[in-house]
């Protein structure tokens, strides 16, 4: 699982580095919240989303440490 969790890491920065303004401002070709969005607002998005998730995580790794 590391090893994945290392090669996502390696993926999003090597996206991330070839993503120009210019496209970040540029409408997302998908609508997977159900609206139009920049790849900017996406990207927003994503963030918001993980840091929920890794919230979760910790939640749980606390119930463990009882």
Partial sequence: ??????????V???TL???????AK???PLEPLGYPM?????LIH?????DYHL????YH???LDI
């Fill in 38 to 42: 920049t790849t900017e607002y996406f």
């Fill in 61 to 63: 790794r606390r119930l």
């Fill in 17 to 23: 580095e070839k993503l120009s303004e210019e496209d």
């Fill in 1 to 10: 699982m590391i090893q994945q969790i290392e090669k996502t890491i390696e």
């Fill in 12 to 14: 999003v920065n090597s």
């Fill in 26 to 28: 540029k409408e997302y």
């Fill in 46 to 50: 994503l963030v918001a989303h993980l």
């Fill in 55 to 58: 919230g979760q995580i910790n």
